[in-house]
């Protein structure tokens, strides 16, 4: 028997660009009466994926008709490769082809990719038209969605082109999970538990003991773990919208996580989240080396990782090519690169992350090597 649908609502306070994040099963079967309360008209255009749109965009389509929204559809190839300058162009010409005007809003249905892709033709077209998330990976209901970070990769690195646009709201609907293959929803693990090693180490406790719960499928597990990572995100947004200061430690991980992506082809060799988990892993070496924090730590995050099974090697995926110059190189394009120097995420302890660019060019490059060879 179906459960009765449950919700949880968060704000990004943001002024008049505020917006809420409603958390909860069946959120898609009911989006229609939540999207026409906060579009400025009654035409709404739906962007997908082929595997998001064979399981959910008819209960999408069907609340949007019932009450009243009218709606056309584009649908786009699954994988990181949609994100790019091609997919962009073909989206915003079939945008300008449908008549798009500046009060019809676009709707991302899918993951990460769908959603930074939506969210960046929004923010460029017509110089800008309202969007909604409603992500249908753990990954996105936890971060990609909520923030207003969009964009799209380049061969010289992902989300090198992109804009800060803000949704209307964010509906991440918990029976998304339900059809994603389990190695998707570890990926969107890595980012759940990213929050507790940047400054909440009770959630990174709660993670070790509930996280196997939260993979396996349990419900009330996932639904808390979705609500305290939006909390956690939505707070440091307010604070720093456009990533000035603070919100850059959202990124623990990121700067080795994009290097790895990259030399992987940005394929399903290497997900997003399992790269995260492996520079997560890479980020605590890091700081142990720098005399940081503790051995204990870095060991504590390693067996947590492992033990649910995110990567903490890549030897098994690393083509003989890969050097620590390489991936060095992959680094030096991030965008949080100034002047030459690389933005590391450190950290003094779990729960406990800062930003640097005092890392030394040798101990770098020692790291990479090791971490490469383990």
């Known amino acids: 028997m179906r459960s009765e649908p449950t919700m949880t609502s968060l704000n990004v306070d943001l002024g008049d ?3 809420a994040v409603e958390i909860g099963n069946g959120l898609i079967e009911t989006a229609g009466a939540r999207i026409k309360a906060v579009v400025p008209s009654s035409q709404v255009f739906v962007i997908t994926d082929e595997n ?67 969210g960046f033709a929004a923010a460029i077209t017509l110089r800008g038209v309202p969007f909604i998330q409603i992500p249908t990976t753990l990954l996105a209901q936890v971060d990609s969605s909520v923030g207003g970070k969009t964009g ?15 949704p209307l709201l964010v509906l991440a609907d918990t029976d998304t999970l339900n059809t994603l293959p389990r190695r998707q929803v ?36 996932r639904r808390y773990a979705i609500e305290q990572s939006c909390r956690a995100k939505a707070e440091i947004v307010a604070d720093d919208e456009r990533e ?20 992987a082809g940005y394929s399903d060799k290497l997900l997003h989240g ?20 503790t051995g204990q730590d870095v060991v504590r995050v390693a067996r947590h990782l492992e033990g649910i099974g995110l990567p903490t090697s890549v030897k098994n995926i690393a083509e003989p090519h ?35 660019r005092d890392v030394p060019a040798d101990l770098l490059n020692a790291l990479v090597a090791d971490m490469m060879a383990r």
């Open 186 to 221: 570890l990926a969107g693990y890595a980012e759940v538990v990213k929050y507790g090693m940047i400054s909440d180490p009770a959630f990174f406790d709660w993670c070790e003991m509930n996280a196997q719960a939260l993979v396996d499928g349990d419900a009330e597990a």
């Open 152 to 166: 799209i990769d380049t061969p010289q690195g992902k989300n090198l082109i992109g804009a800060f646009h803000q």
């Open 274 to 293: 399992e790269a995260v988990a492996f520079g997560c892993l890479c980020a605590f070496e890091l700081s142990h080396r720098l005399e940081l924090c």
């Open 52 to 118: 998001v749109a064979a399981s959910w965009l008819a209960p999408l389509q069907k609340s949007l008709d019932h009450h009243g929204i009218k709606h056309a559809t584009k649908i786009f190839p699954p994988g990181e490769q949609t994100k790019s300058i091609r997919c962009i162009d073909e989206l915003t010409a079939w945008l300008l082809d449908q008549g798009i005007d500046r009060k019809t809003t676009l709707v991302a249905l899918g993951g990460g990719v769908i959603g930074d892709l939506t």
């Open 17 to 19: 660009r505020s917006y």
């Open 322 to 356: 890969w050097t620590p110059e390489l991936i060095i190189g992959h680094m030096s394009k991030d965008k949080k690169t100034e002047s030459g120097q690389l933005t590391f995420v450190l950290a003094r302890a779990i729960g406990e992350a800062f930003t640097t």
């Open 244 to 263: 000035a200061g603070r919100r850059a430690l959202l990124n623990l991980g990121h700067t080795f996580a994009h290097a790895f992506e990259a030399e």
